[in-house]
């Protein structure tokens, strides 16, 4: 049997597969983008809908683990919530990246809709476009 080589990585494109990736350290949120590109199965319609579910599925497993904090004093780690927080992000940037934004994106927006909300005094309340 013989060993794999450079050669044979070379010809099955393995290095080529980094050629393109964005590096961590220069652009955490492009890297991100694409590394949750690279862990999506499904693909169209299929894809809308699984993220979708995955999002809300994940957030309701960050209320899952506090509701059972209060009704059964069942503690949990800091860490464990991360973790949840982490397939939250995951999905919110899934989604993201089909409507054409990525994590910076929706951050900036975000703070603008919430600055805009503080100056004109309306933080509480309810409604999407207030
Ligand atoms: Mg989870």
């Known amino acids: 049997m013989r060993m794999i080589n450079r050669s044979d990585l070379e010809a099955f ?6 050629q393109n990736s964005p590096d961590y350290e220069e652009d955490p949120v492009r ?3 694409q590394f ?4 999506i199965l499904t693909k169209g319609r299929d894809r809308l809908i699984e993220n979708t579910l ?8 960050v209320s899952e683990k506090v509701k059972k904090l209060f009704r059964d004093k069942n503690r949990f780690k ?3 919530i991360l973790k949840e927080l982490g397939d939250v992000l995951f999905y919110t940037v899934a989604l993201a990246n089909i409507f054409g934004g990525n994590l910076r994106k929706v951050m900036e927006m975000n703070m603008a ?3 805009d909300r503080e100056q004109r005094g309306v933080l509480k309340g309810s409604g999407d476009n207030r």
């Open 13 to 18: 494109g393995y290095f080529d597969m980094f």
């Open 31 to 33: 890297f991100y983008s």
């Open 36 to 39: 949750v590109e690279d862990k």
């Open 54 to 61: 995955g999002l809300a599925g994940e957030a309701g497993e």
């Open 78 to 80: 800091d860490e464990d």
């Open 113 to 115: 809709k919430l600055d």
